[in-house]
């Protein structure tokens, strides 16, 4: 695909997505494995139809995680389209790819994952066996996102005091004679 088509495509916002919300905890495998397999089928149908895809599923909690697919040239997120452009040039033609993202502000210091789950060609010939890679990714985001141990601002070593020395000194002063 053109970058620079791709680039429009997006700033555009002509391409399918989706946002599924739920509640972690209802959450279970049997749910996890549906959303993964409905989301495969459908970023197979938009690639087969010349769409790019974004398939999303929210969970909301104490600690929200967002974990989804999409398709792209280059391993950016969607919000990041402008970037494209400055690390590739226009006319450059580059392979579709579906990548697994996650975002949450407990997932790592950067707040985002993304990782390539394969070509859109791969995809598009077996989206069943990238089903079980994608739920072990999934799966282990959350756990990452669960683990997370948010860090305590740093507290400024406390400065050893150190007596300062001091030495006295006297001045003198001569005073003028009197003539």
């Known amino acids: 695909m053109n970058v620079l088509n791709f680039v429009e495509l997006i700033k555009e916002d002509k391409y399918q997505k989706q946002l599924t919300t739920m509640k972690r905890s209802e959450l279970n495998k049997t749910k996890l494995k549906k ?3 409905e989301t495969l089928m459908a970023v197979t149908e938009s690639l087969n139809s010349g769409y790019m895809a974004q398939h999303q599923l929210h969970l909301e909690g104490r600690r929200p995680l967002t ?13 990041n389209i402008d970037k494209v452009t400055k690390i590739m040039t226009e006319e450059d033609n580059r392979e579709v790819a579906v ?5 949450s502000d407990f997932l790592n210091k950067s707040g985002f994952r993304i990782d390539q789950l394969a070509t859109a060609d791969d995809v598009i ?3 069943q066996s990238f089903e079980s890679q994608m739920i072990s990714w999934v ?3 959350m756990q990452l996102v669960k683990d997370y141990q948010v860090e305590e601002p740093k507290k400024s070593e406390s400065k050893k005091e150190t007596k300062k020395k ?6 003198k002063t001569t ?4 003539k």
């Not at 974990?67 to 919000?79: A, W």
């Not at 005073?175 to 009197?178: E, G, L, P």
């Open 175 to 178: 005073k003028k004679a009197k």
């Open 99 to 103: 990548y697994l993202t996650a975002s």
């Open 139 to 141: 799966e282990e985001k």
């Open 166 to 171: 001091t030495e006295k000194s006297t001045k």
């Open 35 to 37: 959303f993964v397999h």
């Open 125 to 127: 010939s077996d989206e």
């Open 67 to 79: 974990v989804g697919v999409e398709t792209g040239i280059v391993n950016l997120p969607y919000e």
